[in-house]
C-alpha cells in the first residue's frame, strides 16, 4: 500500500461546487503539505500544516481551505470551484525534524477538471 | 519569497551520455535543495538531495552539486538510460524563520527524453 494516499484520484466537476479531496499517510509523519500542479508551472504551495493545530497558508491559498483531521489525514477544499482551479493536486508529507530540511514524500495526485 | 529558475525545460541526450539540469535560487537563506523525478501518471519521487552545508553528493549514477555563492546547483546524471526518461523538478526550502513558508519553491521542471 502506498503511503501517502489521495482520493480521489479523478473528478470532473461544475463550476461552483464544494470539493474536497483528501490525503492520508501512513509514514507517521507530522508535516503535510498540499501543492498544485500546472503544465509549466511546476508544484506550488497552497497550505501545509505543521500538526493537527497548525495550519499555515502557502503561496496561492486564496479560493482553498483546509482541515487536518488526524495526524494521518489532511484534506483541502474548493468552497466554490471555477475553472482556473482545474490543475493537479498533490499531498505531500515531511517528517517534523526542523533543520536543515527533511524529504517530502508525495502521493500520487488528483486530477481535478472544473467545467 | 524564494524564486528557482530551472534549465533547460526539455533535454535530449543520447543513451549512455551523461545529462545535466541547472537551477539557480534567489533567498540565500535557502538550506535545502532536492531532485525530484516524475514519471507520467504519478507523484514526484525524491532522487536526491542536499543541505547548504555540502557542497556534493552522489548516489551511483545521480550527483548534485550547489554552489552558495553562486547560489545555484545542478544534477547530473551519468550513463543515462530509457528508464530515465521522465520530467526532473529541482527544489529549494527557505527557512521558516527566515519569514518564509514550510514547503517547496520548485523549478519549472526539466523533460528529460533519452535516445536509443
Known amino acids: 500500500d502506498a503511503d501517502v494516499t489521495q482520493t480521489p484520484r479523478n473528478r470532473i466537476t461544475k463550476t461552483g461546487k464544494r470539493i474536497m479531496l483528501e490525503c492520508s499517510q501512513t509514514?507517521?509523519?507530522?508535516?503535510m503539505y498540499w501543492y498544485r500542479q500546472d503544465p509549466g508551472l511546476g508544484l506550488r504551495l497552497i497550505y501545509y500544516?505543521?500538526?493537527?493545530?497548525?495550519?499555515n497558508k502557502g503561496e496561492i491559498s486564496d479560493g482553498y481551505s483546509v482541515s487536518r483531521q488526524a495526524q494521518a489525514k489532511f484534506s483541502l477544499s474548493l468552497e466554490s470551484a471555477i475553472p482556473n482551479q482545474t490543475a493537479l493536486y498533490f499531498c505531500?508529507?515531511?517528517?517534523?525534524?526542523?533543520?536543515?530540511?527533511?524529504?517530502?514524500?508525495f502521493g500520487d495526485g488528483t486530477r481535478l477538471s472544473i467545467l | 519569497g524564494e524564486n528557482v529558475e530551472q534549465h533547460p525545460s526539455t533535454l535530449s541526450v543520447q543513451e549512455g551520455d551523461s545529462a545535466v539540469i541547472k537551477c539557480t535560487y534567489s533567498d540565500s537563506a535557502s538550506n535545502y535543495f532536492p531532485w525530484y523525478k516524475q514519471e507520467l501518471g504519478k507523484g514526484p519521487q525524491l532522487i536526491i538531495d542536499?543541505?547548504?552545508?555540502?557542497g556534493e553528493k552522489k548516489d551511483q549514477r545521480i550527483a548534485v552539486t550547489l554552489n552558495k555563492t553562486a547560489k545555484h546547483f545542478s544534477l547530473h546524471i551519468t550513463e543515462t538510460q530509457p528508464e530515465d526518461s521522465a520530467v526532473y523538478f529541482c527544489?529549494?526550502?527557505?527557512?521558516?524563520?527566515?519569514?518564509?513558508?514550510?514547503?517547496?519553491?520548485f523549478g519549472k521542471g526539466t523533460h528529460l527524453i533519452i535516445q536509443p
Open positions: 509514514k507517521g509523519h507530522d508535516r
Open positions: 527544489a529549494a526550502r527557505s527557512s521558516p524563520r527566515g519569514g518564509g513558508a514550510d514547503g517547496l519553491t
Open positions: 505531500a508529507t515531511s517528517d517534523g525534524i526542523y533543520y536543515p530540511g527533511q524529504p517530502q514524500h
Open positions: 500544516s505543521f500538526d493537527v493545530k497548525d495550519i
Open positions: 542536499i543541505r547548504s552545508n555540502v
